[in-house]
């Protein structure tokens, strides 16, 4: 499986972006899939989680209301959309694969990587 990452950029506290994550080399719609940040700094941390179909997702307490995660499987694209980014959001973010159909919750199963792609927010 192949991830490619884009979307991220430099942004003002309070504004929003769309990371988008492009898929190729196995059947997008048989895994989860789930987005991921490192913090300058700091390890790895989850973000976002969503099962094969979208119709179940999951959250980090720090992004739940802000941030939507959503997959068009027609696309063989999974998103990240987030508004009301504060500096704390600043970070590189991934998208990963699960090995199975289900919702991530955490790094667990998750088989597959992206590059991941910087996300700036400027207080």
């Known amino acids: 499986v192949q991830l490619q990452a884009s979307g991220g950029g430099l942004v003002q506290a309070g504004g929003s972006l769309r990371l988008s994550c492009a898929a190729s080399g196995r059947t997008f719609s048989s895994y989860g899939m789930g987005w991921f940040r490192q913090p300058p700094g700091k390890e790895r941390e989850f973000v976002a989680g969503i099962n094969w179909s979208g119709g179940i997702t999951y959250y980090a307490d720090s992004v739940k209301g802000r941030f939507t995660i959503s997959r068009d499987n027609a696309r063989n694209t999974m998103y990240l959309q987030m508004n009301s980014l504060n500096p704390e959001d600043t970070a590189v973010y991934y998208c990963?694969?699960?090995?199975?159909?289900?919702?991530?919750?955490?790094?667990?199963?998750?088989?597959?990587w992206g590059k991941g792609t910087q996300v700036t927010v400027s207080s």
């Open positions: 990963a694969t699960h090995r199975t159909i289900l919702t991530p919750r955490n790094s667990d199963g998750m088989d597959y």
